[in-house]
């Protein structure tokens, strides 16, 4: 077993689950990971594999099928599928967000109705905050729900729909005026919606369509689309929590814990271009001797096992506190920025011990090198993470005089 990225207290069923997780990487992901990157190729046989081991229930309840583990064990999990492949953790994480979003505030109804399926794969879930205009202003939300009879009418477009295609129950947060009178703070005007639709793509509902994927420059493999409401007419059961005005704060709670899923990409993709890194600076010689015996490539590989060491510690706390029922928005922040920022690290690290293999296309570093990007930008950029630290530490160290 690896030396890096170990956690100390775990119990013997999370520390079978990981194992188990770990193998499957090993033996179904890793060795297709970058032939189905290349063909930008959903992977069906990697995502029924994870479906068989339970993995889309991982978090969902036991009393709805699910295996009722904490937030650690899911955030180890995903760890270890981003080792094999980002792209991939990506699909569990989006439909990861509405479960817990769905546990957290849905009504019994819409808990008993969804968590089932969710739990056995089913049902995948996908959530939608961001549109063309918005970048990380939230509170610009322009697409809209407004109260028809007994139905509402939802029109707007939203952007960067991870699963957008392949999803059948998206939640989506929109503007709803209705019984929130003008001047009300946009953030306590907003409604999450759930969503169901037909997998796949143009009219999958009436009033909704999924235009497409949108070619990206990596993070290949899983569908990112816009989603496109015209007229979209839904019942007040789509509601989540079956009140207006909630959305903002359902959402930011399935962000919080979206973050520490980051977070754990992040680590897993440091880890895995570590693993790389080392193993080709023990192949590569040059001027006589293996590249890993020149003092420039141990510093190098010395920062990188740090790097993965560190990322991997806050990782943990910030899963363990919100396992814990304590308020982990600084944690899971701190966790977040430095995870993303490290992978990029050491990821340009591990391409540059590759020197000029790195650049073709036969090595995985180069696909690590396309990924490493997102994780930079998916759950709030680095400046809105410093920016959420820091005020959570102005709270924390208030100055008394």
Known sequence: MARLAQT??????QQEILSTVRDFVDKEIIPVATELEHRDEYPQAIVDGLKELG???LMIPEEYGGLGESLLTYALCVEEIARGWMSVSGIVNTHFIVAYMLKQHGTQQQKDHYLP???AGDIRGAFSMSEPGLGSDVSAITSKAVKDGEEYVLNGQKMWLTNGGTSSLVAVLVRSDEGHPEGTAPHKSMTTF????EPGFGEVRPGLTIPGKIDKMGYKGVDTTELIMDGLRLSPDSVLGGATGRGFYQMMDGVEVGRVNVAARGCGVAHRAFELGVGYAQQRHTFGKPIAQHQAIQFKLAEMATKVEAAHAMMVNAARKKDSGERNDLEAGMAKYLASEYCKEVVEDSFRIHGGYGFS?????ERLYREAPMLLIGEGTAEIQKMIIGRRLLEEYRFQG
């Open 55 to 57: 993995l889309f229930g």
């Open 361 to 365: 296309k036969e090595y995985e570093i």
């Open 8 to 13: 100390a207290g775990l119990t013997d069923v």
């Open 117 to 119: 399926r969710m739990a």
């Open 194 to 197: 759930l969503i169901e639709k």
